[in-house]
């Protein structure tokens, strides 16, 4: 069998979830490559909007690490609906996200700034 035929093993790291008060869980993989990390320390960084840089960092990070999000009992594991859901998310729901991303952050990439 050629080489493009021949199926590879994927390395994956394993999600972990958090749940809010309301039973909502969110899924974070525990990867995050060394691309994706630098892209998320220059925007962090900032330009001119502090507070403008924390959000794009903020929302930056759950894009690459979302795996899921069940709310009200229902899962959203598509990328882009993800995303969009992040963005109509409520101030409780955000701070929950970003709760989450904290712990997350801590626990699998020490070096990261926590947003």
């Known amino acids: 069998m050629g080489r493009r035929h021949r199926q590879r093993e994927k390395l994956s790291a394993p999600a972990s979830e958090y749940r809010d008060r309301d039973g909502n869980v969110l899924a974070l993989r525990g990867s995050l490559p060394p691309a994706a990390r630098r892209e998320y320390a220059d925007v962090l960084a900032g330009g001119r909007e502090r507070e403008d840089a924390w959000q794009r960092a903020t929302e930056l990070l759950f894009e690459r690490l979302a ?3 069940t709310i009200a009992g229902l899962e959203i594991t ?3 609906e993800l995303v969009g859901r992040y963005r109509m998310a409520s101030a409780d729901e ?3 996200v970003r709760e989450a991303l ?3 952050a801590r626990e699998n990439f020490p070096e990261l700034e926590a947003p």
Request: no cysteine.
């Open 67 to 69: 795996v899921s999000w």
């Open 94 to 96: 955000r701070r929950f």
């Open 78 to 80: 598509r990328q882009k």
């Open 102 to 104: 904290r712990e997350h």
